[in-house]
């Protein structure tokens, strides 16, 4: 069964997407709050600042730093490799690059509520 107090840390560079995505994760209940980043060194930032973080939502192409560098960045880190992460993009050649380096699942965006919960729902038990 899900808890219902989850933090999720969204990391995306385009606003519009942020705020969709924190409102679908608000509207299914189980969401505590919804962390947001606009770029990979911010939420490398936000991580390390907060230890209540249960899941990152993680673009993977962003000016300053891009997803695959903050997968490579969190799995080395002992304090933060253990939080999973979802890569959402509209890439779908960066699929293997995300897994190798260490993402839990992989989402293609146009994002779907249903498709995002069920991933959410699969990594935190």
Not at 82 to 104: H, R, S
């Amino acid at each position: 069964m899900l808890r219902d107090d989850l933090v999720i840390l969204a990391v995306d560079d385009d606003m519009i997407n942020l705020k969709l995505l924190k409102s679908m994760l608000m509207k299914s209940g189980k969401i505590k709050e919804v962390v947001e980043a606009q770029n990979g060194s911010d939420a490398i930032d936000k991580m390390k600042a907060r230890s209540d973080i249960d899941l990152v939502l993680l673009d993977i192409i962003m000016p300053i730093m891009g997803g695959i560098e903050v997968l490579k960045i969190v799995r080395a880190d002992d304090n933060l490799k253990q939080v999973p992460i979802i890569v959402l993009t509209t890439d779908e050649t960066k699929k293997g690059d995300a897994l190798e380096f260490g993402a839990n699942g992989f989402l293609m965006k146009p994002i779907r509520k249903d498709s995002l919960i069920d991933k959410i729902l699969a990594l935190i038990v």
